[in-house]
Structures are given as C-alpha cells and as structure tokens.
C-alpha cells in the first residue's frame, strides 16, 4: 500500500510555560493486566474538545483518551480497522464506502451510529479548524443505514484514509455538538473519560476508565492523567521527581539526566530542520529563481556540524524532506549535498553572483541564538549575507506565510508521501506561499493523485529525486523525538506522530 504517516504540521517553535502540576507519580499495577495510574507529560494543552477544532501531533493524546478514530494508525505503520470494521473504494478512488462497529456506545449512554459520523465530519468540514484541508477533496458525507459512511470525493485523495486515523475520524455523539460546553466536556466512545471536576483546563487534565469501552484490551489502566509540561525544566524537574510515568521531550537537551533517573529514551525521527527556500520564483529575492543559488545554498551547510550544534547530535543528516516511512524515500538523497563551500561559490559564479548576495529572512527567539548564528555564518563563507528581522514568534508563521520573506530556518514535520506535497510541494501547499509550480512536478502530482499504487510510489520517488536536484529546500538533518517513560512503563513509538498512542503505554510486567 502507498505508505503513509500522520500530518501536524508541528512546527517545534512554541514552549509553554508550565503554571501548576499535579501529576499522580501513581503507576500501573505492572502485572500487564491493566489497573493504576498513568501519569504523561505533554507539550501542549488542548484548545478545545470540539472535534472541529482539535489538532494532532503533540495535542493527540488529549483527544484520544475521549474519542475513538474511524481507523487507527499503528506503531508498525499500518493503517487498521477500530470504529470503521472495513472500508473500500469504486474503482477511480472517488467514494469511500465504511462499514462500522454496531457495538460501540458513547459515554453518555447513547449508541454510535453513522448518523454521528456524518454530523461530526460535516461540523469538521464546514467549520474553521486547524485541520479543515483534511476534508478539501470530500463533497458530500452520506449515511445510507444505520452502520455504513459513504464520502463521495471531488478528486482522488491518496491520504484519505490516514487523515481517519487523526482528526477527520473522530467521532463525537451528535447531540453533544450542539452542546454549549463541547469545548470542554467531550461526550465520545473513547478508551477514558474527561474528569471535568479533577481537570484544571492548561495545566492538568484527568480522566477515569470508560467501563463501557468496546476494546477492553486497549485499556492498560484505570486512571490516566496529562499534564502539560512544555517548560524544559518542569518536565526534567517531573522526571526526576517521579512525577510522571510517560513524557514528550521538548529537545534532547537534557537526556544524560534523563537516563540517569533511570528512565528510558523512546525515539522517532519526525521533523526535519533546514532552511525553507520558498521564493523560488524570484518574487522577492531574483537569486533564488536561479536552480543554481539554490544548490549553491545547499553546499554551504556543514550538516553534520550543524546536527551537533543544535539537534544535540541526536537525529540523521538529510537533504530531503521526505523520510525513511515514506514510498519516496531515497537513502542516497540524504547526502546528495556534501559540506562544499568551493562548489557553492562556483555556482553562485556560474549564476552571475561572483561577489554574492544578500538574502532576507525572519528570526524568532524560540530559535535561541545558535541555529541562526549558524545559518548566517555558513552562508556567509560562500559570499551570501542574511539580513535577519527578529519577529514575534505570534507572528512568525502568519509572516512566513503572508509571505513576507523569501526564505526561512524552520523545523517541520516530514509527512507522507501525499500530505507533504499538500502541505509543502503543490501550488496551494501552505508551505508553498508563493505558489510556485514546475510543470514536472505537476506532472509528478498528477501521476501521484491518479495513478494506481505502483504509478504513485515510482512518482513519488521520481518527484522527490527532482525537487532535491532542484533545491527546492536546504534540509539539515531530521530531529530525534524522545518520549521518556519511567522504570514501570513501557511504550511503542508512532512513525506517523509526535506523540504515541494512548493504548501504546502499558505498565511492565
């Protein structure tokens, strides 16, 4: 199948300070069975419990305690049945027909049924949530009996079914949407439901195990409570205080500390880091119109050094944006630029930049001091000078995206094969905000949306091959993500999102 891996759009530039903690420190019984406390950490609270509004990435976890999803995204990469028993699409990709669970009821009571799946994707649809684009190619949500889903799709979509596993496949009572307090009292069919009275909204958020539940099995315990804990220090302070049993790591600042508190360090490599070359056009810098100032750039970064100096050396040196999970990954495109400073100033010769040129980019303090001090000071070894404007990090991605400036360091999520050229390659792509297009990578697009699954993966290659050559970007490495989990907790890593799954912590045996 074409291989796949979550969206967030994580953009690891945001840390919350943490105002109040209470997490447990009670772990599971650790006799494998189920039973006690699961206390995690995480980087980010909620900003609501309308499906409509919620995001993935490191808010997950928030939103599947409470909610099932129509399908489930596993730690091996698959996609499986949970709500949804089983689906199939007409033979041009066009309608997706879902068969769902008839056992399933909500924590009100009620019992699940299509018709709460047609209202909650339609409030998603029509509504203004982060994750609205998840419904772009869907044109009608139809439930023709009481157990089936019919989305009839504009155009063939090849990352419909993974969007099922996140967002666009929550599934919430219909009467609750209608509810004056969504934001904060969900009504789902989820594995635990919110203690609202034990919850202080930001800061801690508790849930109690739903009896209920249709999947005993994917209980691992009978409480499960989240603190947020995106201040560095609160989360090492929570760790060695064995206050948690679980925490998402805000960088890798700190894992010798980690590790020696006896915890253990689970990894995944989602986001990649590198400059964002975005005005390939000319529109604002004339320079990066020119393929060969854009290789030029990409030979000026010693990305191993730079690996060391700002992702802790923890992570792999790339320079492509695709990664290993993906149908268009090419182990020789992550060195396909070497450390040449000699190369990049004859390129930027051979472009007509013998004396090099200034190029204009936003800085934010989230950053800190290093990666832009070294971005500026490598390019600056081939003859290019940055011109940063320090920008409020409120304001950085609506700048980025305006678009204000023609290039930009950035961390973002490496997607799969078909979000990513939504999200950073097509013409409408948010991290395309110059709409830049190239007629062969509209033909690759084209081939990736309508072909059959060998046609799909053979683009997919074939695009990110040409977009490399074409330094479309100047990715550096990708980032390891750690989640650290004590000596009572054990944990599978997605290599589709930030966060793990809830049902993936179990207490040891």
Known sequence: MFRWKATAAALAVAAIALTGCAASGDSGSGDGEGGGTLTLGALLAPTTFDPAGSEWGNRAPFYQSVYDTLLLATPEGTIEPWLATEWSYNDDSTVLTITLRDDV????????DSADVVATMQRSKDGAGPDKGYFNNVSTIEAPDATTVVLTLSAPD???????????????????????????????SGPYVLDTSATVSGTSYAYTKNKDYWNPDAQHYDKLVINVLGDVTAAL???????????????????????????????????FQG??????AGTQAPELADVKVRQAINYAFDRAGLLKAIGADKGTVTTQVFNAASAAYDPSLDEYYTYDPEKAKELLTEAGYPDGFTLSMPSVTAFGTAAPTLVQQQLADVG????????????????????????????????????LVQFMISPTAVFNPFHYEDPQVNEYIQQMQFGDEAAQETAAKELNAYIVEQGWFAPFFRVQGSVATDANTSVEMLPTNAFPAIYDFVPKS
């Open 158 to 188: 090849p990352a419909l079914l993974s969007y099922l596993t996140r967002t666009a496949g929550l599934v919430a009572s219909s009467e609750s949407l209608e509810s004056a307090d969504i934001d904060t009292t969900p009504v789902g």
């Open 237 to 271: 302070n929570a760790i060695k205080a064995g206050e948690a049993n679980g925490v998402k790591l805000a960088n890798n600042d700190n894992l010798a500390e980690v590790e020696g508190a006896g915890w253990t360090i689970n990894a995944n490599e989602l986001d």
């Open 384 to 419: 290019i000078t940055v011109e940063y404007t320090e920008v409020p990090l409120s304001n950085f991605i609506a700048d980025l995206l305006a678009p204000k400036y023609p290039a930009s360091f950035m961390a973002l999520e490496q997607n799969p094969d078909w979000q």
């Open 105 to 112: 009821t909500f924590s009100d009571g009620s019992t699940l």
């Open 275 to 280: 400059l964002l070359l975005l005005d390939r």
